[in-house]
T-cell receptor
Framework: NAGVTQTPKFQVLKTGQSMTLQCAQD?????MSWYRQDPGMGLRLIHY???????DQGEVPNGYNVSRSTTEDFPLRLLSAAPSQTSVYFC?????????????FGPGTRLTVL | AQSVTQLDSHVSVSEGTPVLLRCNYS??????LFWYVQHPNKGLQLLLK??????LVKGINGFEAEFKKSETSFHLTKPSAHMSDAAEYFC?????????FGKGTRLHILP
């Protein structure tokens, strides 16, 4: 089992560019989530999915889109990157609800927006 | 509404001495509580979780935490620190699909 994988590990964008952060899991987990981590802020939930075809907003969804066409994949799209989106992004998955179950985290993507 | 407060942003202890990382929470209903650890440049890993069973929860690597409803606390402890414990620790409160991470406590281990 690879667990949760994320690509790329590092990315530099210019303001206004778009890109997709990839996330995949091979544990057949229903729940998947995207977080951003900023210094001194902990992790904040961007979007989450409770299963294929179902997504919902978290605490900080503005500027990000998600879709979930398969159980395995949960890409995060930045439509028009802004410097405020400079952060480390983590994808996580859990077998069922993230409220009571362990989440398994990917290694993260470090994004810099110039 | 839910919230979580980690009372110390940095904690330093000597190797072999006890560790105490403090976490207070606020929740309108009975929450689930977690501690996660993040080693440098890594993702997060679950240390332990409380989901309304035993109030004293044992986790991996000798860590444990006690849920105290009257004090709304979920402090993380370890009897004897090891150099490999140096990391950032996050207290998490959740209910339904609402999940809130604390801002983290960085644990430094002095030789």
């Amino acid at each position: 089992n690879a667990g949760v994988t994320q690509t790329p590990k590092f990315q530099v964008l210019k303001t206004g560019q778009s890109m997709t952060l990839q996330c995949a899991q091979d544990m057949n987990h229903e729940y998947m989530s995207w977080y951003r981590q900023d210094p001194g802020m902990g992790l904040r939930l961007i979007h989450y999915s409770v299963g294929a075809g179902i997504t919902d907003q978290g605490e900080v969804p503005n500027g990000y889109n998600v879709s979930r066409s398969t159980t395995e994949d949960f890409p995060l799209r930045l439509l028009s990157a802004a410097p405020s989106q400079t952060s480390v992004y983590f994808c996580a998955s859990s077998k069922t609800g993230m409220a009571t179950n362990e989440q398994f985290f990917g290694p993260g993507t470090r994004l810099t927006v110039l | 509404a839910q919230s979580v407060t980690q009372l110390d942003s940095h904690v330093s202890v000597s190797e072999g001495t006890p560790v105490l990382l403090r976490c207070n929470y606020s929740s309108s209903y009975s929450p689930s509580l977690f501690w996660y650890v993040q080693h440098p440049n890594k993702g997060l890993q679950l240390l332990l979780k409380y989901t309304s069973a035993a109030t004293l929860v044992k986790g991996i690597n000798g860590f444990e935490a006690e849920f105290k409803k009257s004090e709304t606390s979920f402090h993380l402890t370890k009897p004897s620190a090891h150099m490999s414990d140096a990391a950032e620790y996050f207290c998490v409160v959740s209910r339904a699909d609402k999940i809130i991470f604390g801002k983290g406590t960085r644990l430094h281990i002095l030789p």
